[in-house]
């Protein structure tokens, strides 16, 4: 049974969530917003109207979180009331808990998500590291993981390009993760190195061995997000899909690889990024989904660039740095570990299955960027 100190508390942090969120404003900037959406020539302008409904139902999204949590808090105030009177039991006080609390704690992480990437769609990619057969199968482990994660909350998962490993596993794919809250928010915090160690199946000695793969995720940016894309430095070639489709996947060149020439706009120096899709048997629709992941990479570097600037100014704030090992998965041991939050679990099937939310959060909160600028 909960105490009435719990209970204070619970109350206590609604009221700030009132306050940081200012409900108030929002209230009334919402009630502006949704105005502007009933005039009659809104429309005439599907992207200017795109955006404004997008603004609205983000506000609206706040809105709703809050009068969750409070209708909750107040639930549990009933619950605990009537406990006295002995009209509820203390299971169904401390279930009533339970929900104000874990309703109260996911709009707290929501509130660290300030900047303008953090709820967009993502990408995400997966590369194996050294070591074939048994790295190609942690990649494929991972890629798993993330669907399973996507899955549970509320994502659909599609898949642009996947390399088969050479006898298990993958050696890269790349992944959309789209439709739910704050993809792009949320997974930012994989970015970097998984290092798996494990008692490799495809070692005949039974040796411990040690895998790693890379991940990146990057904001997946829609049509109200500008991007310049320098037509002179791209080019296409087509091929030939691989894999399940019948005879039109051999026969017809409906894979796309885009070649892009980036320039670094401090150092100058000149870089190839690569894309290649195979999500469909339509060469136009292939073109057009590797042209919107290039915009995504593209976008995703200008604004790491604005992050790096950003923490030389910002003095006093630890330095995140992007592709450096972030985890380790002993499977043995039975302990999974992030060594930037130093938050572990012995859950490793768990952690396997998709239930990575605690080293989401501890990253957000060892790692808070609440600033739009």
Same mark, same amino acid.
């Given at each position: 049974? *909960?105490?009435?100190?719990?209970?204070?508390?619970?109350?206590?942090?609604?009221?700030?969530?009132?306050?940081?969120?200012?409900?108030? %404003?929002?209230?009334?900037?919402?009630?502006?917003?949704?105005?502007?959406?009933?005039?009659?020539?809104?429309?005439?302008?599907?992207? %200017?109207? #795109? =955006?404004?409904?997008?603004?609205? !139902?983000?506000?609206?999204?706040?809105?709703?979180?809050?009068?969750?949590?409070?209708?909750?808090?107040?639930?549990?105030?009933?619950?605990?009331?009537?406990?006295?009177?002995?009209?509820?039991?203390?299971?169904?006080?401390?279930?009533?808990?339970? !929900?104000?609390?874990?309703? *109260?704690?996911?709009?707290?992480?929501?509130?660290?998500?300030?900047?303008?990437?953090?709820?967009? $769609?993502?990408?995400?990619?997966?590369?194996?590291?050294?070591?074939?057969?048994?790295?190609?199968?942690?990649?494929?482990?991972?890629?798993?993981?993330?669907? %399973?994660?996507?899955?549970?909350?509320?994502?659909?998962?599609?898949?642009?390009?996947?390399?088969?490993?050479?006898?298990?596993?993958?050696?890269?794919?790349?992944? =959309?993760?789209?439709?739910?809250?704050?993809?792009?928010?949320?997974?930012?915090? =994989?970015?970097?190195?998984?290092?798996?160690? %494990?008692?490799?199946?495809?070692?005949?000695?039974?040796?411990?061995?040690?895998?790693?793969?890379?991940?990146?995720?990057?904001?997946?940016?829609?049509?109200?997000?500008?991007?310049?894309?320098?037509?002179?430095?791209?080019?296409?070639?087509?091929?030939?899909?691989?894999?399940?489709?019948?005879?039109?996947?051999?026969?017809?060149?409906?894979?796309?690889?885009? #070649?892009?020439?980036?320039?670094?706009?401090?150092?100058?120096?000149?870089?190839?990024?690569?894309?290649?899709?195979?999500?469909?048997?339509?060469?136009?629709?292939?073109?057009?989904?590797?042209?919107?992941?290039?915009?995504?990479?593209?976008?995703? #570097?200008?604004?790491?660039? #604005?992050?790096?600037?950003?923490?030389?100014?910002?003095?006093?704030? !630890? !330095? *995140?740095?992007?592709?450096?090992?972030?985890?380790?998965?002993?499977?043995? $041991?039975?302990?999974?570990?992030?060594?930037?939050?130093?938050?572990?679990?012995?859950?490793?099937?768990?952690?396997?299955?998709?239930?990575?939310?605690?080293?989401?959060?501890?990253?957000?909160?060892?790692?808070?960027?609440?600033?739009?600028?």
């Amino acid at each position: 049974m *909960i105490t009435a100190e719990q209970l204070k508390d619970v109350q206590r942090r609604v009221d700030e969530l009132h306050r940081y969120l200012d409900i108030d %404003r929002k209230q009334i900037e919402f009630e502006e917003e949704d105005l502007r959406t009933q005039a009659p020539d809104f429309w005439e302008d599907p992207k %200017r109207a #795109r =955006e404004q409904m997008k603004k609205v !139902k983000d506000i609206q999204r706040w809105l709703d979180g809050y009068k969750e949590v409070r209708m909750l808090a107040d639930e549990l105030q009933l619950a605990f009331d009537f406990y006295h009177d002995e009209m509820v039991t203390e299971d169904e006080v401390d279930d009533d808990y339970a !929900k104000a609390i874990a309703a *109260i704690e996911n709009l707290e992480l929501k509130n660290m998500l300030r900047q303008k990437e953090d709820p967009m $769609d993502c990408v995400l990619k997966i590369n194996s590291g050294a070591g074939g057969t048994e790295s190609q199968d942690w990649a494929s482990m991972l890629m798993r993981m993330y669907m %399973r994660w996507a899955e549970a909350h509320g994502h659909k998962v599609s898949i642009s390009n996947l390399q088969d490993g050479d006898e298990a596993g993958i050696k890269s794919v790349t992944m =959309e993760i789209e439709g739910g809250e704050y993809a792009y928010g949320y997974l930012k915090s =994989e970015n970097g190195v998984h290092r798996l160690v %494990r008692v490799s199946p495809f070692n005949a000695q039974g040796k411990r061995m040690t895998s790693f793969a890379s991940v990146f995720v990057s904001p997946l940016v829609d049509d109200t997000i500008e991007v310049y894309v320098d037509p002179a430095k791209l080019s296409w070639d087509t091929f030939r899909s691989s894999g399940a489709g019948g005879q039109n996947v051999n026969k017809v060149e409906s894979g796309v690889r885009l #070649r892009y020439w980036y320039t670094d706009p401090d150092t100058g120096e000149e870089e190839e990024i690569l894309i290649e899709n195979t999500e469909t048997r339509d060469q136009p629709k292939n073109k057009e989904k590797a042209l919107l992941l290039l915009k995504s990479q593209l976008y995703d #570097r200008a604004m790491k660039k #604005r992050l790096e600037a950003q923490a030389k100014i910002e003095a006093g704030k !630890k !330095k *995140i740095e992007w592709g450096s090992q972030i985890r380790s998965y002993v499977f043995d $041991d039975r302990r999974v570990k992030d060594h930037r939050t130093n938050y572990q679990t012995s859950d490793v099937d768990g952690v396997m299955d998709g239930k990575i939310d605690g080293f989401i959060k501890a990253y957000l909160m060892e790692f808070p960027v609440t600033d739009d600028e």
